[in-house]
Each structure stands twice: as C-alpha cells, then as structure tokens.
C-alpha cells in the first residue's frame, strides 16, 4: 500500500490561500490521490482526487508533481469554516473500494 | 447535506443490549461502507458491501453484524458491546467503478455503559 505523509498542523489566515502538502513517495501508477476533511462532529468530506493532471473544482485545487510523489492541496480563500483535519489518501491498490485514513492535517483558520 | 443519512445520530447502551444503526444512500450508488473512528485514531474500515453482497469484512468481532438488503440500505447490529467499542460509527456509499470518491453520513457516535 502507497502510504501518506502529511504535517501534523498548520494554522493559516483567513481570506488567504491554504497549501496542504502531502507525501506519497511509493504511489503506484494506477493510485489515485484523494482528498477528504473532516469537520469536528462530522463525517469525512470528499473535496478532490486526481491521477497524474492538476484538478480544480468548486472547493480547491490538487496539484500533483509530475513524477507524482508528491501533491498540494490548495484551498484559494480558506475561511472559518475551512477549519477541519485533512486526510491526504492514496487508494489500496489490491481493492478499488478501500480508503485507508491516517491522521491527517489539522488545518485552523484564524481571522 | 451528503446524501448519505445515518440514524441515530446518537446512542448510549449496556453491554447486555441489543440496538442497531441504520444508513441510508440517495446518491443510486452501488457500494456501501461501514467505518469505526475511535478517539484519537485513524478511521478503521469494518465491511464493505457491494451489489448488496459483502465483499470485504475486516476483522471486525461477531458483535457487530452488517445487513444490506438493497444498495440503498446498510445496518450495522449490535449485541453484547463492550466499553472499548465506544466510538463514532460511519457509514459511506460510491458508485462501483474506478476512481469514484466515497460519500459519508455524519455518523453515529456510540456510548457502551
């Protein structure tokens, strides 16, 4: 299994774009880059995944490196409400279905 | 709203109790999840289910048994729980094919007495 290393914290400001960086040094070329949050008292989020191209849609951006080792989750214009952990997961390669979570990245949007 | 309802959203029981939880699906997705998240641990993925037929059961102890009469329908019954058992219990549905991102329910955080 590709595992994911991602920072423990980050704290960002509020109005100004977010990065999220993640480590995914052992992916697989038919691994997808997946990105969830979890809001406090929720369940996980799905915001963007992505194989090899930069994706973008209504809630953030993934660039993903070419050699695809690596990934950046950008949300544009974090607000309060973007405070949540954030799980950077690389999908099992022995099952299409299975989501493997680590601990995550605990994103606090401050004003 | 995620398209993905789970009920109750809360429950407290005794270790002698019998309960369930109960998730359902509007998204006409064809794969069902359930997941444990205990305090301060990763996700665990219990069993997966797939066209209404489990595929995937992760060691999960005989106490917790799934039912899936339709893609729609996932429940998860419970039955002589123990204290460590105390967790939030999450439900998710995606469509079966390759890349598809799965949706979560909000939960149903479980208290054992």
């Known amino acids: 299994d590709a595992k994911t290393t991602q920072p423990t914290s980050m704290d960002c400001a509020e109005g100004r774009a977010a990065n999220l960086p993640c480590n995914h040094s052992?992916?697989?070329?038919?691994?997808?880059v997946y990105w969830y949050r979890q809001i406090h008292s929720q369940g996980p989020q799905y915001i963007i995944h992505?194989?090899?191209n930069n994706e973008t849609n209504e809630m953030a951006s993934l660039i993903i490196t070419e050699d695809r080792k690596s990934s950046t989750l950008i949300l544009p214009h974090a607000t309060l409400r973007d405070t949540a952990v954030y799980y950077c997961?690389?999908?099992?390669?022995?099952?299409?279905?299975?989501?493997?979570f680590g601990a995550g990245t605990t994103v606090t949007v401050r004003a | 709203e995620t398209g993905v309802t789970q009920t109750p959203r809360h429950l407290v029981m005794g270790m002698t109790n019998k309960k369930s939880l109960k998730c359902e699906q509007h998204?006409?997705?064809?794969?069902m999840y359930w997941y444990k998240q205990s305090a301060k641990k990763p996700l665990e993925l219990m069993f997966v289910?797939?066209?209404?037929?489990?595929?995937e059961n992760n060691s999960v102890p005989s106490r917790f048994s799934p039912e899936c009469p339709n893609s729609s329908h996932l429940f998860l019954h419970l039955h002589t729980l123990q204290p460590e058992d105390s967790a939030l219990y999450l439900c998710?549905?995606?469509?079966?094919?390759?890349?598809?991102?799965?949706?979560f329910g909000d939960g149903t955080r479980l208290s054992i007495l």
């Open positions: 998710a549905s995606s469509q079966e094919s390759q890349g598809q991102p799965q949706h």
């Open positions: 052992t992916i697989s070329g038919n691994e997808y």
């Open positions: 992505g194989l090899k």
């Open positions: 997961i690389v999908r099992v390669e022995s099952n299409d279905y299975k989501l493997s």
């Open positions: 998204l006409g997705h064809n794969a």
């Open positions: 289910y797939n066209f209404k037929e489990q595929t």
